[in-house]
Structure formats: structure tokens, C-alpha cells
């Protein structure tokens, strides 16, 4: 679960009250295995199964049997390196009587309530459907408690989503298949599931019928091998066009490097460079801005009486000199979606989890525990803005100078991932600045 406590394991199904998440599968009809009076036991061969190191996959098997000669076997097939599972029904029907019913696969889930945020911003916790229509289709918790959805589909999968793990079943993709929720108030309950098509097997004939299960990480690359749109699930919320990228080129660059904290800092330069020209002339405006403050100052001081007047003379020296008050800005805005971006991929990427940088960051998905980040990022902050022309109005520059520390405050508990890309990029904002007032100066 965490680095600090590395013996206990992340459990992703569990039947534990008040924290149940599990998968379930069996055979609907009025013969059995599973019907009004309850759920079929079924018998395994052996108490333990072992991969063995000459093993690829193994196959699990257990056994139903009735007295008229229905016999079902349920055979659960595990490969080495794979984090699905084939479910398979085999149905061996020696009764006298035709014999006739519906798989059926479903996820129950008592969720945990989301506590990491930023600002609203935080993973999808809730479950999802796939179909040829919609490709990636979410379904929050709060609709489930509105109305049972009741929908066929061919194909397509189901899945509930949490940080970083995912749960899903992937039917048989040339079958109608009913899907359906449920909620449970008593328990607080949500179940997702599906009916396939019914199956009639004769008397002395054998059928089967099989799905998948997927219980693992959200792994983009692996999840599209198990079924076509299931990498949707690794979801970076509006931006994920913007996400994608900056994670496939840190991918990359991992790939050379074997470092993601290394990966974020680089990817940090390429934004940077992707917005030098931009920046560039935000700053030349800053910098002009710097060289007017004195004139500034004087346009105050004589017209102190009237605001109307000091406006207006402040715009004259404003379209006189050539210089855009608001540009100063246009980098920050510019920032704020590539930032929100990167704190989607640095919290709901897997790969990320328990990623190491140096010395005393050893996971960059958490808080930089010594907050060695955030102070280093709040006087990165407080160097550009002594590059930047002060506010004129008292009452702004004194915000303005409380802002380092309120930044930093504010990013002492985000990913320390995500501290570092701002640390740098503030780094390369402030020399960037710098370079611009010299030339502007001289």
C-alpha cells in the first residue's frame, strides 16, 4: 500500500463489511446452478494452486453437479504476467430434459469516499460501460441512485474504477448482453453487471460460455491488449488530450533515463521552450513596465485627487511607451492548463505510484515529507517576483508579497511531483526574465 508500510499489499477485491468490493459470476435457470433458492456451491479438485516456474498459465477447475445429471464445471485459467482471468462455463447436461439458461457477471462495490483533491480535481472513483456507440461511458455512484440503468449492448465491457486499480468484466464481444445497476440504500451497495443471451443445450449435449475478469493496475498499454477502449479508464479528466501527451513524452524520456522524477523536469524545459516566444513578450512588456515606474509614480503623485485622470494618463504613457499591463499575466494563464494536466498524470498514473527521485523523494505521487519542495519552490516564487514590477496600489503589493508563502503553504501537501515541475518552471521563468530585463535595460 505505501513504501512505509511495504508488507501490506494493495487488496483490490474483498468481501470485508462496510468495504466490500467483489466480482461475481455464475449461470442463471431454473435447473441451476444458480436461481431463486440461492447460489451454487461448487467443489475444487485441490486447497492449493501454484504457478510453477515452468508454467505459463494453469487452469483452476471446480464442479457443480444435480441428481439429474446436470454437470457444470468452472474453470478460471490464470497466465503468468497477466492480470486477467478467462472465466469459463462448461455445460455438460446428461439430464433427460433440455436444459436452458443466462450467464451473468456483475461488480459490487460499498465505495470509499475520494480524499485527495485539488481544488475538486481528483481521480474518478465510480463505474464505467463500454459500447460501439460510446466508447467510455462513466457512471458516478449518484446515478445509480436515481434510476437502474437497463441497456443492451453488444459486446463492450464493465469496470469500477478507484486510483490506480481498476476492476472490470469484458464479456464475449459478439454477444447482446443486458447490462444493468442497483443500488442498495441499506447497504450502500452499488452493483454493475450484465446477462448475456440465453443458452439452450439439449439433453446429452455439451456447450460453454466464458467472459474475462481484469483485476489490476490501470496500466494504458496492457488494459487495450485485454479489451478494445478499456485504456480509457486510465481517465486525466477534461484535459486528457493534454495529458496523454505530456505523459507519452515522459514515458519516453523515462525509457531513456529510468528516472520520472528526471522525466517531469525535462518535460518542464520542453513546455517552457514550447512557450518561449509567448513568455518572451510577456516579459519585454514586464520589463518595460519595471523602466516606467518612476513616471508612474509621478503620474500619482500629480493627479492624486483624481482617479479619473490618473487613468486616464496612465493609458496615454501606456500606448505611448507601447506596453500591455495585462500581458504580465498571459504566461500564468497559459501554465494553468499543463499544470492541471500534469497533476492528472501524476495521480492517476500507475507507473508514477511509489516512483523514486532523489535522496529524499521516494515517491512522487505523495507530499514532499521534509517540504524541502514547497520551500524551495516559495523562494523561486518570491526571486521572480522581484523581478516583476511592483504594484502600484499598497494594498495589492503587500498581497503580493504574502503570495510566496501562500503558494507555498498550498503546495506543501500536493504530489511532490507536481511541486517539482512548478519549482522548475518558476527557475526557468525567473532566468528567462532575467535574460529579458538585461537586454531591455541595456
Known sequence: ?????????????????????????????????????????????????????????????????????????????????????????????????????????????????????????????????????THYEKINFSEFQKKNLDRTIQGGWLAMQQRYFLGAWIPDPGAQNRYYTRFDANNNNYTLGYVGPIVDVAPGQNSAVSAKIYAGPEVANELAKVAPHLELTVDYGWLWPISVVIFSVMTYIHHVLGNWGWSVVLVTVLIKLLFYKLSATSYYSMAKMRKLMPQMGAIKERFREDKQKVSQAMMALYKKEKVNPLSGCLPMLVQIPFFIALYYVLIESVELRQAPFVFWIKDLSIRDPYFVLPILMGISMFLQQRLSPAATDPVQAKMMMFLPVIFTVFFSAFPSGLVLYWLVNNCLSALQQWYIMRKVNA
Open 1 to 133: 500500500q505505501s513504501l512505509d508500510n511495504s508488507k501490506k499489499s494493495t487488496v483490490l477485491f474483498t468481501d470485508e463489511p462496510g468495504n466490500l468490493y467483489v466480482a461475481q459470476s455464475g449461470l442463471i435457470s431454473k435447473a441451476g446452478p444458480d436461481n431463486e433458492q440461492g447460489q451454487a456451491l461448487y467443489t475444487a479438485e485441490k486447497t492449493d494452486y501454484v504457478l510453477t516456474p515452468d508454467q505459463q498459465k494453469m487452469d483452476v477447475k471446480l464442479s457443480w453437479q444435480n441428481q439429474d445429471g446436470l454437470k457444470i464445471t468452472k474453470i478460471f485459467t490464470f497466465q503468468r504476467g497477466r492480470y486477467d482471468v478467462l472465466v469459463k462455463y462448461q455445460i455438460d447436461n446428461q439430464a433427460t430434459q433440455a436444459w436452458s439458461g443466462q450467464f451473468y457477471a456483475q461488480l459490487q462495490n460499498q465505495p470509499v469516499p475520494v480524499t485527495n483533491s485539488f481544488f475538486g480535481l481528483h481521480t474518478y472513483t465510480g463505474a464505467a460501460i463500454s459500447s460501439p456507440e
